[in-house]
């Protein structure tokens, strides 16, 4: 059977076609040879494993999988033992076993002949699965002309997809992307290429295809990207139609991925195509909006009566009525009327499941546990609780997305239930262990990858949380486990690249070079879909698929260090090389075998004198974590001691670290910004906000209100609120990081745009009592130490970017982006003089300036490999940020749309710099995404090779930055590391000493660096 036919009709309507054939008895039962059906222990035993394949396969939940026996010992478990049984018989008696298989085989395979479209079906299915695994106990030369290489597994694979079979589906994917990948890399390590015979024995598998194993393997990124290629596919064809199928499935993978603005352009093309009144149609778009709901929220009993009408009109409705489920139970305190309406629906479910018989089994399981989870029986839920533990506890079972998001909801509500709270947390740890594990184990250095793992951001902090509840000490790496990893990636590869800068293979380059021509054929395929209007659907997918082409540049770089750690490991033994290809890869081997964990704790690049504070927002506050120096004379002279905490902080107090910061920012004169400064907070009777009074509560929050609320009284300076946000944040743990010389604060959620060192303890601020530096997670700074211990340059060179040409040009873009139409920017002479106090500084500088000072410039430096000559790189410009994206403004000369130099140019950079300094307007500022962080500016250039990022937080003074930077600077090149020089600068602003203006902590408070301590002056 050809599978050609079967592509086509996936993608055309599969589900339809699945019902039809469905209802056919053309293909009733797996046919059986006469020989099967002979006298004998073999034949029974195949006969047995037949009656399974067509009995128990299609609702097979995992393949294989361990479990402990009563000797507490690990014994594999099988889903037909009978199958398994058969095949231990035949490798057992192989010569009588070889021409029973080649006779049942070939029954098999005439009978799938003979059905024609009936063979797409459960049997058809089961025929062609049992085909694929004969053929792999078969003697190679009697059943070749049937089972060809793995073209069964292909076949079977594709019938499993088609009929929402998951388990099987992956399985057989697996098993032929496995054999293809050994036999295709077998050939390459004879030197020989692969036939045309061979070629299309083992085609790659189709787009569509690649998208429903990763959507079942929780891959959501990669399904995602998988539809996208087949859309753009499509596309090539002229008046193409709308692809709807695919457009459904990118609309529902974007709001699952949390990724609002492509959800909502997706819904966007969908809603204006022709109604879909199907039942099929309206169950994907119920999925679309149950996937909107749970990213955004919504109206729930909306879509309960959706549901409800769905089961009503006999449509397909169980995979909805999952997610939705599933989804409502995994929310931190699901409202009782909302839990009450699902159990009604779920039953209703059920019921119809029970009265058609028409239900998978397995989804059917699944539904019945909900539904028990939505009551409040604690035995009922324990029960289920210990049935999804179980799935846990033994290892290689298969979790596909839905185990995945079934296990999340078991446990939170365990967790909801006071006498279960343990169990659910156990639970919630085993799946976290699982995510951390796969995270750990991607290489691919890209948000979007990274967005996958993202999706479980609030589970993370719920572990977090629950731990602290429950007294469990955590590792402050499982607390961290999703920040800044595509930052942590792009480092451990950077690491990894230095470990191999010393690799040559002449096929690797060659293979890179092919690859970087894909990535070029790609962009020129976008170009000549040409430029669409823009109201036409396709000008929307050219615009969303942009990023795409560059995403196969990253690919073919990790596919070159991968081939390189190969080469490194096993040299010039290819079979070696193959044979390690089968395992975890090469590049994690490597990474593996330079780090010993028995010598290496997560604390090792925190300096004898530094302490580490880690925050994670999670419901009713935040999780502190903190590690801190404590002497160890009987191991090591010094080591650090983890200390974890929840904080609980209230609405009002949170708005209160909002307002302080609000207050910190009034009053600047700015002018590198687009907001204005605001009144001066001061105004002599008391604190006030924008005019309005600041005031004091009962609970020991702030709020700023025209009137006076109950109980209020008048703030009266800022150093109060100062000190009631010490005495919140930072006094509980005082007692452990007061000792250390160095603090260094990972924050998380509004805490990120806090400035610690302005807190007041009583009289001091925190300012004089500790050093404080800041960075992305704890993993980050190790990376960082590492960037920050290589090798660089006796003397660093500065480049500064300052005082750009602002003037609009005459004729300049009519027709703007919303986001930019509106901004207007003026002049900066501030930032000359900050540039020319700067240079001195240093023997080598070079700075841009005027119409030179322009985001084209700056780029072909970059593209010339000029920027990377570079340590010190200065920005002297406005910022701009808001909730999408981050940028410097440079100049407009060339007009507004090419003068923004944007977080997502920054992060292609190829840097070498120590230290970025951003002295520009919010600089500090940018999107957040879930898990990562803010995605901002210093993020960016991080992620192009920076060490260290000084930033800001808000808008910044002209005439004190003028002063500010070149001070902080001379600092740096008389000795002091970057953490040490910035912490004496700010003390030196905060004494007076750079005049009374600038003790004010508006002017010196904005600036915050991120990274490590490093020193720029000499060689290291």
């Given amino acids: 059977m050809k599978s050609r036919p079967l592509l086509h009709a996936l993608c055309v309507g599969a589900l339809t076609l699945a019902q039809a054939v469905l209802a056919s008895d053309t293909l009733p039962h797996i046919p059986l040879a006469s020989a099967t059906q002979a006298q004998g222990d073999l034949p029974r035993l195949l006969r047995d494993a037949l009656t399974d394949y067509e009995a128990v396969l299609p609702d097979a939940h995992s393949m294989r999988w361990l479990e402990a026996n009563g000797k507490n010992e690990l014994v594999p478990h099988y889903w037909s033992e009978r199958a398994h049984a058969f095949e231990i018989a035949c490798a057992a008696q192989r010569d009588a076993c070889g021409p029973l298989l080649a006779a049942q085989i070939k029954a098999m395979d005439r009978a799938l002949r003979e059905a024609g479209d009936a063979a797409y079906s459960l049997v058809g299915a089961a025929t062609q699965s049992a085909i694929s695994d004969l053929c792999m106990q078969s003697p190679p030369d009697s059943s070749f002309a049937v089972c060809g290489l793995s073209q069964r597994a292909h076949h079977a694979a594709a019938l499993w997809a088609q009929l929402g079979r998951d388990a099987p589906f992956v399985h057989y994917y697996n098993r032929y992307q496995g054999q293809r990948t050994q036999y295709l890399g077998w050939l390459q390590s004879r030197g020989e290429k692969p036939s045309a015979s061979t070629q299309a024995d083992l085609p790659e598998l189709p787009a569509w295809m690649s998208a429903r194993y990763f959507e079942a393997t929780s891959a959501l990124d990669g399904a995602r990207d998988g539809w996208l290629s087949a859309i753009v596919a499509t596309m090539k064809t002229p008046d193409a139609p709308f692809p709807l199928v695919a457009a459904s499935y990118m609309a529902r993978l974007s709001w699952r991925l949390n990724d609002g603005g492509a959800g909502r352009a997706w819904d966007a093309m969908i809603a204006a195509q022709p109604a879909q009144n199907s039942c099929p149609a309206r169950s994907e778009l119920l999925r679309i909006d149950i996937a909107r709901l749970h990213a955004e929220g919504g109206n729930a009993a909306d879509t309960n009566k ?37 159990r009604q629906t779920l039953a209703l479910g059920i019921g119809s499941c029970d009265a058609s018989g028409q239900c998978l089994r397995h989804r059917l399981e699944q539904l019945r546990q909900l539904l028990a989870l939505t009551g409040t029986d604690a035995g009922g839920i324990a029960t289920v609780g210990k049935a ?96 800044a990893q595509t930052l942590l990636r792009r480092l451990r590869l950077e690491s990894l690249s230095r470990q191999l ?104 690049s925190l300096g004898a004198d530094e302490a580490y504070l880690s925050w994670l927002q999670v419901p009713g506050g935040y999780v502190a974590s903190l590690a801190f120096a404590k002497a160890d004379t009987q191991y090591s002279p010094q080591t650090h001691s983890l200390q974890s905490r929840f904080v609980p902080l209230s609405a009002t107090q949170e708005a209160t670290v909002a307002l302080y910061r609000e207050l910190l920012m009034a009053g600047s004169a700015t002018s590198r910004g687009a907001r204005r400064a605001d009144a001066l907070p001061d105004a002599g009777d008391g604190l006030r906000l924008k005019g309005m009074p600041v005031w004091r509560m009962a609970d020991g929050s702030y709020i700023a209100q025209t009137t006076a609320p109950a109980g209020g009284v008048r703030a009266q300076s800022l150093k109060e609120i100062g000190q009631a946000l010490y005495a919140l944040l930072l006094a509980p743990m005082q007692a452990e990081w007061g000792g250390a010389k160095r603090l260094t604060i990972s924050p998380d ?63 300049d873009e009519g027709a703007l982006p919303a986001w930019m139409a509106a901004l207007r920017w003026n002049p900066l002479p501030g930032t000359r003089r900050e540039a020319d106090a700067l240079a001195p500084l240093f023997s080598t500088s070079r700075t841009l300036r005027g119409s030179d000072a322009s985001r084209k410039r700056f780029l072909g430096m ?92 808000w808008p910044v003074d002209d005439a004190g930055a003028a002063l500010f930077m070149p001070t902080f600077m001379k600092h740096a090149r008389e000795g002091l590391d970057l953490v040490a020089a910035l912490n004496a600068t ?35």
């Avoid at 004494?991 to 301590?1013: C, K, L, M, S």
């Fill in 306 to 342: 959706r549901l409800r009408a769905l089961i009503a009109d006999n449509c397909p409705y169980t995979q909805a009525l999952f997610e939705f489920a599933s989804d409502s139970l995994q929310a931190p305190a699901p409202d009782d009327a909302a839990l009450a309406a699902l």
């Fill in 388 to 483: 999804q533990q179980q799935r846990f506890d033994q290892p290689e079972h298969t979790m596909l997305e839905p185990d995945l998001q079934m296990a999340w909801a078991t446990a939170m509500t365990l967790i909801r239930t006071p006498t279960l709270k343990s169990q659910g947390f156990t639970l919630l740890s085993a799946l976290q262990q699982r995510l951390l594990i796969a995270a750990g184990a991607d290489r691919q250095a890209s948000v979007t990858t990274q967005a996958n793992y993202n999706r479980f951001d609030a589970l993370h902090r719920t572990v977090a949380r629950v731990s602290t509840e429950l007294g469990i000490a955590l590792p402050i790496s499982q607390v961290e486990g999703l920040r």
């Fill in 501 to 604: 800068s010393g690799v040559h293979d002449a096929q690797a380059d060659a293979d890179y070079a092919v690859q970087l021509e894909q990535a070029q054929l790609c962009r020129n395929t976008m170009a000549s879909l040409g430029r669409p209007l823009e109201a036409d659907w396709r000008y929307t997918v050219l615009r969303l698929a942009a990023p795409w082409c560059e995403q196969l540049v990253s690919l073919a770089d990790l596919r070159r260090l991968e081939t390189l750690a190969t080469r490194k490991l096993y040299g010039n033994d290819k079979e070696k090389a193959w044979l390690g290809s089968l395992g975890i890869g090469a590049l994690n081997t490597l990474d593996a075998s330079t780090q010993n964990p028995l010598l290496k704790t997560e604390t090792d």
């Fill in 749 to 811: 959620g509004p805490l990120a745009f806090l400035p610690f060192e302005t807190l007041w303890a009583g009289d001091r601020q925190v300012l004089e009592m500790i050093d404080v530096a800041y960075v992305q997670s704890l993993a980050v700074h190790a990376e960082l130490s590492r960037r920050a211990a290589q090798s660089r340059a006796a003397q660093p060179a500065l480049l500064s970017v300052a005082d750009p040409d602002y003037a609009r040009p005459v004729g």
């Fill in 862 to 953: 970059d593209a010339k490999g000029e920027i990377r000559d570079f340590r010190v790189l200065h920005f002297a410009t406005h910022g701009f940020a808001d909730n999408q994206r981050s940028a410097l403004v440079l100049s407009t000369q060339q007009g507004m749309q090419q003068a923004y130099l944007l977080d997502s140019d920054i992060a292609t950079l190829r840097l070498k710099s120590d230290l970025v300094l951003l002295s520009a307007c919010d600089t500090g500022l940018g999107r957040s995404q879930s898990g990562e962080g803010v995605m901002g500016l210093p993020y960016a250039f991080m992620l192009a090779g920076n060490t260290n990022t000084v930033m800001s937080l």
């Fill in 986 to 1020: 700010k003390r030196e602003f905060a004494a007076g000493t750079h005049g009374e203006r600038n003790r004010d902590p508006r002017i010196w408070a904005a600036f915050v660096q991120y990274g490590v301590p490093l020193a720029l002056a000499g060689t290291r």
